[in-house]
């Protein structure tokens, strides 16, 4: 069964509201998750890695001001897109890693579809 | 930082066919090197995984191998059936804890009955 729980799976918003992505591990704590973006047939890239307890650490290229990410417990993990304009319409996934090692399996939830309109 | 290629882009086969996809990855010391098949709408499903102790590993049907060497790995599915079209990922990773997947662009695999 999964054992990463996104929600929700599908959302529509207007332009310039706010929208928010939950990300919860399920059975297991997740010091660490990761928040990947991906547009229509394309591969999935890596927006932020997610710590509890911290700051979340943002790739080259990726607004921390417009994708807020708050980590506040170990097994829930928050992605707020601000101000959402059209161009952030995107699957946007989730992923934990069960276990504390590097090798440890990372497992994805199912996605949200955000529509901007 | 970690690149990943992988070919081909797309890949048709006939049921009972087997598919082979590559995957080349730049950073040597990457040493995790998983693969992911995503369903339409899905979120990517872990089919299986190779650490870089290891040059073989097999799970019924599909099976991965790598070369450090080269730095390259393989996805080998056998006898394809209908149900194994989808779209796959390869991906790397690093041996810190932490570290997150950098993955190939995706190979469409289409299995016709």
């Known amino acids: 069964g999964a054992v990463v729980s996104q929600h929700p799976s599908r959302v529509i918003c207007k332009s310039g509201t706010s929208v928010k992505i939950e990300c919860r591990s399920l059975?297991?704590?997740?010091?660490?998750m990761f928040w990947y973006r991906q547009f229509p047939k394309q591969s999935l890239m890596l927006m932020a890695t997610?710590?509890?307890?911290?700051?979340?650490?943002?790739e080259q290229g990726v607004e921390k001001d417009k994708f807020l990410i708050n980590h506040a417990s170990l097994t829930l993990s928050t992605l707020t897109v601000t101000s959402a304009h059209p161009e952030d319409s995107s699957f946007y996934i989730c992923?934990?890693?069960?276990?504390?090692?590097?090798?440890?399996?990372?497992?994805f939830g199912n996605g949200t579809r955000l529509t901007v309109t | 930082g970690e690149n990943v290629e992988q070919h081909p882009s797309t890949l048709s086969v006939q049921e009972g066919d087997s598919a082979v996809i590559k995957c080349t990855y730049s950073?040597?010391?990457?040493?995790?090197f998983p693969w992911y098949k995503q369903e339409l709408g899905k979120g990517p499903q872990l089919i299986i995984d190779?650490?870089?102790?290891?040059g073989e590993k097999k799970d019924q049907r599909i099976a991965v191998t790598l070369n450090k060497t080269a730095k390259h790995f393989s996805l080998h599915i056998t006898e394809t059936q209908p149900e194994d079209s989808a779209v796959y990922f390869c991906?790397?990773?690093?041996?810190?804890?932490?570290?997150?997947?950098?993955f190939g662009k995706g190979t469409t695999l289409s299995v016709s009955s």
């Open positions: 992923s934990a890693r069960r276990g504390t090692g590097a090798n440890s399996p990372l497992h």
């Open positions: 991906a790397a990773a690093g041996n810190q804890a932490g570290t997150a997947l950098i």
């Open positions: 059975d297991f704590q997740a010091t660490t």
């Open positions: 190779i650490r870089s102790n290891v």
């Open positions: 997610s710590n509890e307890g911290s700051k979340a650490t943002y």
């Open positions: 950073d040597s010391a990457s040493n995790y």
